[in-house]
Nanobody, 125 residues
Framework: QVQLVESGGELVQSGDSLRLSCAASGLTFSGYAVAWFRQGPGSEREFVAAVRWSNGQTKYADSVKGRFTISRDNAKDTVWLHMNSLKPEDTASYYC??????????????????WGQGTQVTVSS
């Protein structure tokens, strides 16, 4: 059984940095793409960033470009989401997801078929 576990979410202040992690049991990330999505209060779930494990290809939502970085740790089979210059509008539950999207579907929820339970990030102003 595949399980994705996110961690690292917490309450921080505007301008702070935070690092989220995503680890899997029941599969290895090799051959997949790993993405982060988020869902804020009263909002639809939205794409944040994704990385293709095989070649490190990445994609970001415009709202986080230049502030967030997604990276992979091959040795630990872990994906990180480094978040800098956090804003109150980044407040959301952050979800890790795994799938095999093509480039044009990198940011689409439907391209991912394993999902974690989420970790809460709250940014106070």
């Amino acid at each position: 059984q595949v399980q994705l576990v996110e961690s690292g979410g917490e309450l921080v202040q505007s301008g702070d940095s935070l690092r989220l992690s995503c680890a899997a049991s029941g599969l290895t990330f090799s051959g997949y793409a790993v993405a982060w999505f988020r869902q804020g209060p009263g909002s639809e779930r939205e794409f944040v960033a994704a990385v293709r494990w095989s070649n490190g290809q990445t994609k970001y939502a415009d709202s986080v470009k230049g502030r967030f970085t997604i990276s992979r740790d091959n040795a630990k089979d872990t994906v990180w989401l480094h978040m800098n210059s956090l804003k109150p509008e980044d407040t959301a539950s952050y979800y890790c997801a795994v799938g095999r999207p093509i480039w044009s579907t990198f940011s689409q929820e439907s391209a991912y078929y394993y999902w974690g339970q989420g970790t809460q990030v709250t940014v106070s102003s």
